[in-house]
């Protein structure tokens, strides 16, 4: 007798590239159709915007802003957090953040916590970020100031922040530890896939016995 399907292995295959959009070199998944998919395949589907202690629906550390949100399937969920960012996946500052930008980032993340579901996963192993080509044609229009070399992590400090994701932590300046790592370290598109998985594993592995 065949067992029933987990979740991911529902999901993960649907294809999704005509519900998809490219503007100024970034793919979007329609949340909407994203949603309806997952509550036609799994009625008792819902999520969660995470305020901050004022009630806002997004937090700020007052230099920029992010949003945490969540989606449960099955008494699972999944929670993804996510800069306040314009057209080119750069961090809005604070002072120039509207509700609009909350609104846009509120539903991208929370596309992205449907897809750590399975449902379009495939979609942000990289195609999410600027092309290449663009980040290359801005250095040659205005070249940037060299800055002093990042000193890689080691593993013990990486499986530190990822321990500190896992468990939902911040740092002392309020950001998500994903979020800071992402800010300080600018990890390349495979390396945030690698960061994302670890993550999962990390929380499978320590989840309380039942």
Same mark, same amino acid.
């Given at each position: 007798?065949?067992?029933?399907?987990?979740?991911?292995?529902?999901?993960?295959?649907?294809?999704?590239?005509?519900?998809?959009?490219?503007?100024? &070199?970034?793919?979007?998944?329609?949340? @909407?159709?994203?949603? &309806?998919?997952?509550?036609?395949?799994?009625?008792?589907?819902?999520?969660?915007?995470?305020?901050?202690?004022?009630?806002?629906?997004?937090?700020?550390? /007052?230099?920029?802003?992010?949003?945490?949100?969540?989606?449960?399937? &099955? /008494?699972?969920?999944?929670?993804?957090?996510?800069?306040?960012?314009?057209?080119?996946?750069?961090?809005?500052?604070?002072?120039?953040?509207?509700?609009?930008?909350?609104?846009?980032?509120?539903?991208?993340?929370?596309?992205? @916590?449907?897809?750590?579901?399975?449902?379009?996963?495939?979609?942000?192993?990289?195609?999410?970020?600027?092309?290449?080509?663009?980040?290359?044609?801005?250095?040659?229009?205005?070249?940037?100031?060299?800055? %002093?070399?990042?000193?890689?992590?080691?593993?013990?400090?990486?499986?530190?922040?990822? %321990?500190?994701? /896992?468990? /939902?932590?911040?740092?002392?300046? &309020?950001?998500?530890?994903?979020?800071?790592?992402?800010?300080?370290?600018?990890?390349?598109?495979?390396?945030?896939?690698?960061?994302?998985?670890?993550?999962?594993?990390?929380?499978?592995?320590?989840?309380?016995?039942?």
């Amino acid at each position: 007798m065949e067992g029933k399907k987990s979740t991911f292995a529902v999901l993960n295959p649907i294809n999704c590239n005509d519900k998809t959009e490219k503007k100024n &070199g970034l793919t979007y998944l329609s949340w @909407a159709w994203a949603w &309806g998919i997952a509550k036609t395949y799994f009625p008792d589907a819902n999520y969660t915007i995470y305020e901050n202690a004022d009630g806002w629906n997004y937090h700020t550390d /007052g230099r920029t802003c992010w949003v945490k949100t969540g989606v449960t399937i &099955g /008494g699972q969920e999944h929670i993804e957090y996510l800069p306040v960012m314009d057209t080119r996946n750069r961090s809005i500052p604070f002072e120039q953040v509207t509700s609009f930008d909350v609104n846009k980032a509120i539903q991208r993340s929370l596309t992205k @916590a449907l897809a750590r579901h399975g449902l379009g996963l495939y979609i942000y192993a990289g195609e999410d970020l600027p092309d290449a080509a663009d980040d290359e044609a801005r250095a040659e229009a205005k070249p940037a100031p060299k800055k %002093a070399a990042r000193k890689p992590l080691t593993d013990d400090q990486y499986w530190s922040i990822v %321990a500190n994701e /896992g468990k /939902g932590l911040v740092t002392k300046l &309020g950001w998500p530890y994903r979020t800071a790592w992402i800010e300080n370290y600018k990890p390349s598109n495979e390396e945030i896939a690698k960061f994302d998985h670890d993550v999962d594993l990390w929380r499978t592995a320590n989840q309380p016995q039942k």
